[in-house]
C-alpha cells in the first residue's frame, strides 16, 4: 500500500519539557509547608503559565500532546510514580495525591456523562458516597474480598443510579437538573437519619487487603520505610490509567461519536436513528458505575466515611472540577483535579471559603472563559493529518 | 383523629403550601420572561431572611423597640434589598448569557445560588449554626373549639394571599402587568411593540426576588428560626411545585405549591416512620412526580423545554 503523505508529526519534546517542568513544580509545591511560600509558589506557578502563553510556548506543547498522546501518557503516568517515590514516607502528601488521582477518576466518570452524553448529573459526590458506603457496610461486616468490593460499589452506584433514570430520560435541561439535585439532597438527609449506616457520625471502613497484602502496613524495599499510602497510590494509579484509557477510547468510538451528537442536537441525533434512550442509559450507568469505583478505593483510603463528606456541595465541586478543565477533554479534568484539590490542602486559609472560591471561578469561566483551561479538542482520527 | 389536630395539620400545610408558593412564583415569573430557570432562586430567599435578621438586630441596637415598626422595617429593608439583588443577578448574571447555551445559565445559577449560601454560611456572624428569627407577630390564639389558631399564622396567611392576590391584579390589570405578559408570550413582538425589553425583565426579577424575601421573613416567622441552607431545601421544592403546577401559569404555581404541601403533611402524618424522614419523603415526591409528569398537572402549551 502506498504510503500516504503525512505531514510531519509534531516533536515530542516540548511535551516532554512539559511533563518535567510540572511534575518539578508539583513536587516542589507539595514539599513547601509555610504559607508564605505556598503563596510565592503559586504565584509563579500562575505568572509562568501567563508568560508561556503570552509567548506562544503552550501551542508546541498542545501538538505535541495531541499527536503523540500515548508516549506521552506514559510520561505523564511515569511522572506521578517520581513525584509518589518523592514523597514515599510522607502519609499526608501522598494521602492528598490518592485522594487527587481518585477525584480525578470520579470527574472522568461524570465527564461521560456530562461531557459526551450531555446528561446532567449533580449528584455526582452522592454516587461517590454509595461507593464508599457500600465499602464501609462491606468491609464491616462481610469477608468480601476487597478488589470484588470495589466492583460491588460501582455495580451499587449504578444500579441506585438506575432509579433516576425514568425522570432523568423523560426530561431535559433543568428538570433533569433538579431531579439530580433532589437526590443529591436526598441521599445526604438520608444518610444523616439512618441509624444503621452510622447516622451524622458515620461509620469506619477497614483498609484494604489483597491476597493478605494489608494495605494499611508500613512495608519496606531494600531499607527504606515506604509509607502504606504508597499501597493505594499503586491501585488509585491503576485505576486512573484504566479510566482514562476508556474514557480516551470511547470519546473516539463511535460511541463517542453518538454520545456527540446526542449532546448537540437530540433530534437531529434521533433522525439518523441513533436510539437517544439506550446512550443515555449507556452514559449515565456507566458513569455513575466509574463514579462509585473511585468512592469505593476512596472510602478504604479514608478510613471514614460520613454524610457531610458527600453533599450537594461537594457533587457542585466536581462539577466545578469539569468546567474549569473544560467539559470533555480527560486531560483538562486531571489537570483541573490537581489544582482544586491540591489548593485549598496547601493554602490553608483558603481551606474553609473553598465552596464559595470555586462557585465565584466557575461563574468566571463560564462569564470569559466557557470552554474551560484546556478546550476540547476536535478528535483527530488520523495522526499528522488535519484534523 | 379530632378536628383539633386535623385542622391543626391542615394550617400548617397552609402556612407550607404558602411557601412554596412565592417561591414557585418566583420560578414561574422568571420562566415567564426568559424561558430561564434560576437556580439561585431559593438562596436569595435565604438572604432575604438573614437580610431582616440583621436589620432587626440592627434596629434594636440603636434602641427601637416598637414590634410593629421593626417588623415593617424588617420586610421593607429585606424586599428592597432582594429586590435589588434580583436585578443585579439580571443584569450581570443571567442576561448577558442569552446567547450562550442554555447549561451555561444553568450553572452559572447554581453557582451563585452556592456563592450566596456559602457567603451567608461564612461572612454573616457564626452564619453555620441556625439563627434564632424574633417573633414579631402576635403570638396569641384564638380557641375555636378544640381548634387553636395562632394569630401569627393567621396574619401569614392573610397576608400571603393579600400578596399573591395582588400580584394577579398587578399582572392582570396595570400597564406593567400587561408588558410583562406580552414579554413572556413573545419577545420580539413585544420590542416591536415599544415594550423595553431589558427593563420588563429586570422589574420580573425584582417582583420575583421580592417575593422571596417575603417568603424568607414567613419562613423566620413561622419556624423562628433560620439556617443558611433552608433556601436550598425551599429552592427544589419550589421549582418542583412551580413544574407540577405547569410552568409559566401563576395558578400552576399556586397549586403546586399547596399541592405539595399537602403531600408532605400527609406523609408526615399518614406514614409510619418517624418525622426526621420528612425531607427524604419531599424528595423521593419531587424525584416521582418527574418521573410521572415533567411537563406538570396543567399541560404547557408547548413542552419541547422538557
Not at chain 2, 2 to 14: K, T
Amino acid at each position: 500500500m502506498p504510503e500516504v503523505k503525512q505531514e510531519p508529526q509534531a516533536p515530542l519534546l516540548p511535551g516532554v519539557v512539559a511533563v518535567a517542568l510540572s511534575t518539578a513544580y508539583l513536587i516542589a509545591l507539595l514539599a513547601v509547608e509555610k504559607q508564605p511560600l505556598v503563596i510565592g509558589l503559586l504565584a509563579f506557578g500562575i505568572v509562568a503559565v501567563l508568560v508561556a502563553h503570552y509567548m506562544d510556548w503552550l501551542d508546541p506543547v498542545g501538538r505535541s500532546f495531541a499527536e503523540r498522546e500515548g508516549v506521552l501518557s506514559a510520561y505523564a503516568v511515569l511522572a506521578a510514580c517520581v513525584v509518589a517515590a518523592f514523597f514515599h514516607d510522607n502519609h499526608f502528601v501522598l494521602l492528598l495525591f490518592v485522594t487527587v488521582l481518585l477525584y480525578a477518576v470520579a470527574t472522568l466518570g461524570l465527564n461521560i456523562e456530562f461531557g459526551y452524553a450531555g446528561v446532567l448529573n449533580f449528584a455526582g459526590a452522592s454516587f461517590f458516597g454509595i461507593g464508599a458506603y457500600t465499602s464501609a457496610v462491606l468491609n464491616t461486616y462481610t469477608a468480601v474480598p476487597h478488589l470484588l468490593v470495589l466492583l460491588i460499589g460501582g455495580t451499587l452506584a449504578a444500579l441506585i443510579g438506575s432509579l433516576l433514570l425514568l425522570p432523568v430520560l423523560r426530561t431535559r435541561g433543568h428538570y433533569a437538573a433538579l431531579v439530580t439535585i433532589a437526590f443529591a439532597l436526598l441521599l445526604k438527609t438520608f444518610l444523616e437519619v439512618n441509624d444503621v449506616l452510622g447516622g451524622p457520625q458515620g461509620m469506619q471502613v477497614k483498609g484494604m487487603s489483597i491476597l493478605g497484602w494489608s494495605f494499611n502496613d508500613n512495608f519496606e524495599i531494600g531499607k527504606i520505610e515506604m509509607s502504606f499510602y504508597l499501597n493505594y497510590f499503586v491501585i488509585s494509579m491503576l485505576l486512573l490509567c484504566g479510566t482514562f484509557v476508556l474514557v480516551r477510547r470511547l470519546e473516539r468510538s463511535w460511541i463517542g461519536l453518538d454520545l456527540d451528537a446526542i449532546r448537540l442536537d437530540e433530534t437531529a441525533a434521533s433522525c439518523f436513528g441513533l436510539d437517544i434512550a439506550r446512550w443515555k442509559i449507556t452514559a449515565f450507568v456507566l458513569g455513575n458505575f466509574v463514579i462509585g469505583l473511585a468512592g469505593a478505593l476512596f472510602g478504604m483510603v479514608g478510613g471514614f466515611v460520613a454524610p457531610n463528606n458527600y453533599t450537594f456541595a461537594d457533587s457542585l465541586i466536581m462539577v466545578s472540577i469539569l468546567l474549569l478543565g473544560g467539559i470533555g477533554n480527560p486531560w483538562g479534568v486531571v489537570v483541573a483535579t490537581f489544582i482544586v484539590v491540591v489548593l485549598p490542602e496547601k493554602l490553608q486559609t483558603i481551606q474553609e471559603y473553598r465552596f464559595l472560591l470555586y462557585a465565584l471561578i466557575v461563574i468566571v469561566v463560564l462569564l470569559f472563559r466557557p470552554e474551560g483551561l484546556l478546550p476540547r479538542p476536535v478528535r483527530r482520527y488520523f495522526p499528522g493529518g488535519r484534523a | 383523629m379530632d378536628v383539633g389536630l386535623l385542622s391543626q395539620y391542615i394550617m400548617n400545610g397552609l402556612m407550607l403550601g404558602m411557601m412554596y408558593t412565592l417561591v414557585a412564583v418566583g420560578f414561574t415569573l422568571f420562566f415567564g420572561v426568559l424561558d430561564i430557570i434560576k437556580f439561585s432562586h431559593g438562596d436569595v430567599l435565604t438572604v432575604g431572611a438573614f437580610t431582616g435578621l440583621a436589620t432587626y438586630i440592627g434596629l434594636r441596637s440603636v434602641g427601637v423597640s416598637s414590634t410593629p415598626l421593626l417588623l415593617l422595617a424588617v420586610l421593607v429593608v429585606a424586599i428592597l434589598a432582594m429586590a435589588a439583588l434580583g436585578m443585579l443577578i439580571a443584569r450581570y448574571l443571567v442576561l448577558p448569557l442569552r446567547s450562550a447555551p442554555a447549561l451555561n445559565t444553568l450553572l452559572i445559577t447554581l453557582m451563585l445560588g452556592t456563592v450566596l449560601r456559602e457567603m451567608v454560611r461564612l461572612f454573616y456572624p457564626q452564619g453555620a449554626n441556625p439563627k434564632p428569627f424574633p417573633a414579631l407577630l402576635p403570638t396569641d390564639s384564638i380557641n375555636l373549639g378544640q381548634f387553636n389558631l395562632r394569630l401569627d399564622n393567621a396574619i401569614m396567611l392573610a397576608a400571603g394571599v393579600t400578596i399573591i392576590v395582588g400580584l394577579r391584579l398587578l399582572l392582570n390589570r396595570t400597564k406593567l402587568g400587561l408588558a410583562i405578559r406580552a414579554v413572556a408570550q413573545d419577545e420580539e413582538t413585544a420590542r416591536t411593540m415599544g415594550i423595553n425589553f431589558t427593563a420588563i425583565v429586570l422589574i420580573t426579577f425584582a417582583i420575583g426576588s421580592a417575593l422571596a424575601a417575603i417568603g424568607g421573613v414567613m419562613n423566620g416567622l413561622y419556624y423562628n428560626e433560620i439556617n443558611f441552607g433552608m433556601g436550598l431545601l425551599l429552592g427544589v421544592i419550589g421549582f418542583s411545585a412551580a413544574i407540577i403546577g405547569g410552568l409559566g401559569s401563576i395558578y400552576g404555581a399556586i397549586l403546586g405549591g399547596f399541592l405539595f404541601a399537602a403531600l408532605q403533611t400527609i406523609g408526615a402524618v399518614a406514614l409510619p416512620f418517624a418525622s426526621a424522614y420528612k425531607d427524604v419523603f419531599a424528595f423521593t415526591v419531587v424525584i416521582a412526580l418527574m418521573a410521572w409528569r415533567p411537563t406538570g398537572l396543567i399541560q404547557e402549551k408547548i413542552s419541547e423545554r422538557v
